[in-house]
């Protein structure tokens, strides 16, 4: 074993949960080899050696990821190549085939001309601090790697993953269910998914795509559930499902075409807990509406505010002991889904178990909650060396005027209207805000006191619909 000249991975890449930039320009093919080094660095330090690379559709994601297998076995690791697939599935053959760690190439929900990696290691996600010190270590080569096809007991990745999650939805009723795969890489599997279900399934934007022609994936933008809208409209069907660019978030729509928010849905996926009188914790982001947190203490459970962050809503799920945990957007968690991590595919056969155990449909669901006037989640463009200073100069404005404040992540500011939140995105140069009131004159009121917070720290108060 000898240290070499080897590339180092750009800092600029290195995010909060994982690494992402726009490929030619932040991220290229040096960054993915130099990632698989490090990664095999890291992994012999804690006598890790079984790796798993899968990869989604993006039109750069076949080079980045060979790129990244070729550091991986030069650093010595041994590679089970998944295939194209959803970030799931390879979480799902890290956790079938008990391998050591595994390797997602994805820009996730990013515009079409970005794409990154997501890491996890000894079955946890490797991020923050753990991400720094693994960019930072010393690369070296190896003898002794290689690689290969992912297989258990002779069958792919891909046909493993299907056969569990059917195995899951045996009792699932027959519904008619328009899925959205938005062209991302949940495309690649779910034909062989949905021939196996019972009910009606129809299929839009299944053609993995890596331009996303159709729509941005990102289900939780209202804009672009609208083709499922129509789709379950016009089809008369029961519910839609849409999921991101890699499978691990999910948007859901009822039959009327209504949004089911993912804290509404974390709420109905929550019932069953509730009722079983073991007062469970339910997890959801500083971002969820009073309605979820309210509901869960009125049924007997005890709401847990977690600050945003797909990878810190795990955390806390796996801290206070809860049987599921989620965030607004769309990443919901299940403590029993492989490494309890964020499945949509998975969350969607639990939303149709659900609702066949519950015996009523969506709609009635979403009728029998509390009515508010809330805001989807609004992304407001910030520059990345800006974030956080605004985040501090909205809390030294409202700590001056004597408001009360939740800092559990960003500002939470409770009035007699409702609430309104205000916080850092940590994947993208944005700070991201919601509001939620009893009505629709107070959501503007709140709505108003916010966006002069944001005028005041130079950002533009046009919120994005």
Not at 336 to 352: K, P, S
Request: charged share 20%.
């Amino acid at each position: 074993m000898h240290a070499v000249a080897l590339p180092r991975i750009n800092p600029a890449v290195v995010r909060s949960y994982d690494i992402r930039g726009c490929v030619g320009r932040q991220l290229g093919l040096d960054d993915a080899y130099a990632l698989g080094l490090a990664y095999a660095a890291v992994a012999h330090s804690q006598r890790k050696r079984r790796i798993a690379v899968c990869r989604d559709g993006r039109l750069t994601s076949p080079e980045l990821e060979q790129a990244l297998i070729d550091g991986l076995v030069q650093g010595g690791l041994h590679v089970h190549r998944v295939g194209l697939g959803p970030t799931p599935q390879m979480y799902f053959a890290v956790h079938a085939a008990r391998l050591d760690g595994g390797i997602m190439v994805t820009g996730s929900h990013n515009p079409p001309e970005h794409n990154g990696f997501k890491l996890l290691l000894g079955g946890e996600p490797v991020f923050g601090p753990a991400l720094q010190a693994l960019v930072a270590a010393i690369p070296f080569a190896r003898a002794g790697g290689s690689v290969c096809e992912f297989a258990i007991d002779k069958i792919d990745a891909a046909q493993a993953y299907v056969g569990r999650l059917a195995a899951m939805a045996e009792r699932v009723p027959a519904m008619h269910v328009v899925w959205d795969c938005g062209n991302g890489a949940v495309g690649a599997v779910i034909g062989a998914l949905t021939r196996r279900l019972p009910g009606r399934h129809t299929l839009i934007n299944a053609v993995v795509d890596g331009r996303f022609p159709a729509h941005h994936p990102d289900p939780s933008v209202p804009q672009n559930l609208r083709e499922l809208q129509a789709a379950v409209l016009g089809q008369r069907a029961d519910i839609g499902v849409a999921f991101d660019g890699d499978g691990d978030r999910i948007g859901i729509v009822d039959s009327t075409g209504a949004i089911i928010w993912p804290d509404q849905v974390l709420l109905l996926l929550a019932l069953e807990a509730l009722a079983t009188g073991t007062h469970p914790s339910i997890v959801a982001d500083v971002k969820s509406s009073q309605v979820l947190f309210d509901e869960v203490e009125r049924l007997g459970g005890r709401a847990v505010m977690a600050p945003s962050g797909y990878v810190i809503v795990r955390a806390a799920m796996l801290r206070e002991g809860a049987p599921l945990a989620g965030e607004m957007s769309g990443h919901i968690f299940f403590a029993d889904c492989w490494h309890a991590t964020d499945d949509a595919l998975f969350v969607a056969i639990r939303v149709l178990l659900a609702l066949g155990r519950q015996g009523r449909c969506l709609a009635d669901f979403r009728a029998s909650l509390p009515q508010t006037a809330a805001t989807p989640e609004l992304r407001l463009p910030c520059p990345e060396q800006r974030k956080k200073q605004v985040i501090r100069e909205v809390f030294a404005r409202l700590a001056a005027a004597g408001v009360s404040v939740d800092d559990t992540d960003g500002v939470r500011v409770t009035t007699e209207e409702g609430w309104w939140l205000l916080r850092a995105s940590g994947t993208e140069p944005k700070l991201t805000a919601r509001c939620e009131a009893a009505n629709a004159a107070g959501l503007e009121r709140l709505q108003r006191e916010l966006m002069s917070h944001l005028r005041q720290s130079g950002i533009s108060s046009q919120a994005p619909s």
